[in-house]
């Protein structure tokens, strides 16, 4: 796909006069997508852990096209880097509904359609913050652990105490590739599919034995 044509598909979405759905329809056509499908599970909510890919500077949006639109660019961002192919991706491999966990960049409204659950950038209480607002959705999750990590190699554990607490009980670790783009091949690897289940239970029994014990001091 050339990038003219993916900025005004991008632009025609933004300015309402194409739904997300539609959107993707019209990129998947031209962009090259390869994904590993764990959608057997689709039956059951997965959290999906996964590298944050690099985006090539072909998929952002310049914000003078789309400003005050779908949320506007509230952080003032020069441009806008449209994640809908990695959402694309991820739909694909998941199979159900799911949300990813992620921050507000600006036109809000937009990340939202596609999927992500907005978090606050900062502070304390964001993973309870996801359990209490995703808690009775029946959805999956995708979250890229080393998300705030200065290094790299470090994979925070919050979404492991996440998934307990939401009753998760399959974790699915994938790989994406390094950068996408809208010519270059992109993929999103299946490294293991891991039964938490009994781990799971117990982590949970611990949290909820520390709860109670709080609130009986």
Not at 3 to 9: A, G, W
Not at 182 to 189: D, H, I, K, V
Not at 192 to 209: M, R, W
Request: proline content about 3%; glycine content about 8%.
């Amino acid at each position: 796909m050339e990038r003219d044509e993916y900025v005004s598909l991008s632009v025609e979405y933004f300015k309402g006069k194409m739904s997300i759905a539609d959107l993707a329809i019209e990129i998947e056509r031209k962009v090259a997508l390869h994904v590993d499908r764990i959608d057997l599970l689709a039956d059951e909510r997965v959290m999906l852990i996964a590298n944050h890919p690099k985006a090539h500077p072909e998929l952002s949006i310049p914000a003078e096209l789309i400003a005050g639109l779908k949320g506007g660019n509230s952080r003032n961002f020069p441009d806008f880097w449209f994640p809908i192919v990695r959402q694309m991706m991820l739909k694909k491999a998941m199979g159900r509904r799911f949300f990813t966990i992620g921050y507000d960049i600006g036109w809000k409204t937009a990340m939202q359609e596609m999927g992500h659950f907005l978090i606050r950038h900062e502070g304390n209480g964001r993973c309870q913050e996801i359990i209490s607002r995703l808690g009775k959705a029946d959805c999956s999750v995708a979250i890229f652990p080393e998300g705030g990590a200065r290094n790299m190699e470090t994979f925070r554990s919050g979404f492991f105490y996440i998934a307990c607490e939401l009753g998760i009980r399959k974790l699915a670790v994938c790989k994406f590739s390094s950068e996408l783009t809208l010519n270059g091949p992109n993929s999103l690897r299946l490294i293991k599919l891991e039964d938490i289940g009994c781990i799971a239970d117990s982590v949970k029994e611990f949290i909820d034995f520390q709860r109670r014990s709080i609130v009986a001091a």
